[in-house]
């Protein structure tokens, strides 16, 4: 179960690699290549991070099939139809909560504690957005104003919270990432944000 | 022979990164810093990825060696002519062939099937020159539309191929370099590339 | 005593995550992400390059404890009076001289030579402060033409040279450091840079 929604996980950050990079000029190969980039990097960096070899994507080819499917049936849609308004970022909120949801679980089952593991869930959640705004040159999302980072804290802390009142570690991943999805799309529909670091005249 | 190779990758890797520093008023030490990322950024990456410890580079000198003497000799070609034109684009072309290849040749003989290998080799070859442009504030050259990416799959699906018809595997790797390299600057010549995504606007 | 020079080094880094995140409206969370991701960016690369697990912030919760002590202490000191001119550059010089002195002292620990232990030192130090300025979409200090990694190269070496004429290792890590930020420090303050790369029309 777990494994499916991981593979949804990849498939929907692949689809937002298609969506940022389709104003680039990519071609087909390099659309792809943005995709899996997305859709690996935070995983890869958490298993990097944990010292846990082979990487996820190395031993079993259902990620790459997954991501190359679903950056092709993406880039096949927009010859259609242009991308709904906010699909990236809908795209990119789904990707965050599953992916800070499965960081979370793999440092949990490593025996961190919880500060590493809120911190593991949190880096494997932006990572991948984080590389494909930075490859594609664009203002990274994290950036922006609406809450973010937050939601994948938020989510990862329900996570762990459900757990401690011995609630089934499949149902607090679940509800973990509902809070992190629902977090996102309320803070993007309706404008939604943590007061911000001052604004003060920076003088370096 | 093939050592060779990969040595005259990290070269003219140090090369292009030189080259893309030279109008970022970098000093001698900033700019084989910047030639040293680009040279070993690739390479590094296919080793951490694969588990393969140590890295290339922290055992044989000889490979630090050779991106500051081909940093140093660039910087010292510029003191007395500029830069040929798209002379960064062929050093780019360069490197990324030879690290295709050897990222590839690496995933193969630690086992791994047609996928990760092409999927290895691909990154190997662009992620050092990524870091570059991202380092240095360029708009990466994988961003432009000429055939970039599909250059290094081409060039790894032909040392795949040749190698399942029995062709020994250092004339793969050359022809399959060769590839790579004919591809990219046919492109860069003749203005070639594959049709982009498309270009809708985009809303969010 | 080196410990908490460590420690040190996180916290003035992650104050400089905050200072460059101030003027990009980031929530809370979001600055203690990037804060995060200066203080522990270039440690954690050493590691993973020299194969050395468990990361080291992974199983000292004192290193993450401390990153968000100083980037909350910065956020609420940026409530009261702004950031005095430069802060962000003395904080970074101060994390680049720490950083690139543990950078070369595990290295040296690791048995490597002093290439690899100068180019270890180096990269320790910059790399989280350039981690910092692409994820905040600045240009990065190491673009910026004052003396920069030629300090950290230059206080590796220090610290090599010392301890090759017996100076106790503690003393000469402290020497070393010191370098870094003395030559930092006078560089911003009088602008001193060694001659840049010639800056030749590009025709790329």
Redesign the interface.
């Known amino acids: 179960m777990i494994y499916y929604l991981d593979l949804a996980g990849v498939a929907v950050f692949a689809a937002s690699g ?2 940022a ?13 943005i995709a ?1 980039l997305t859709a690996i990097g935070g995983g ?1 960096l958490r298993d ?4 846990h ?3 996820f994507w ?1 031993v079993d ?1 259902w990620y ?2 997954t991501i190359i499917a679903a950056a092709l049936a993406t ?1 096949v849609y ?2 259609f139809r ?8 809908v795209a990119d909120a789904f990707g965050l909560a599953i992916f800070a949801m499965s960081g979370a679980r793999l440092a949990l089952e490593a025996g ?2 919880p ?2 593991v809120v ?1 593991m869930g ?2 494997t959640g ?1 990572v991948g957005g ?1 590389l494909r705004d ?4 664009r ?2 999302l ?4 609406e ?4 939601a994948a ?1 938020a989510g990862v802390l329900t996570y762990l919270g459900l757990q401690a009142i011995a609630v089934p570690e499949a149902l607090a991943f679940a509800v973990g990432a509902v809070v992190v999805i629902s977090l996102r799309l309320v803070a993007i529909r309706w404008g939604l ?12």
């Open positions: 298609v969506l990079a389709q104003d680039r000029d990519l071609d087909l190969f390099g659309a792809i290549l899996t890869t990097l991070l944990l010292g070899h082979p990487i190395i080819n790459l099939v880039i927009l010859q242009p991308a709904p308004a906010g699909l990236l970022a961190h504690g500060l590493i911190m949190t880096m932006v984080m930075v490859v594609t040159a203002v990274p994290i950036l922006q104003k809450i973010y980072a937050t804290i944000n943590l007061p911000s670091t001052p604004r003060l005249p920076r003088q370096d």
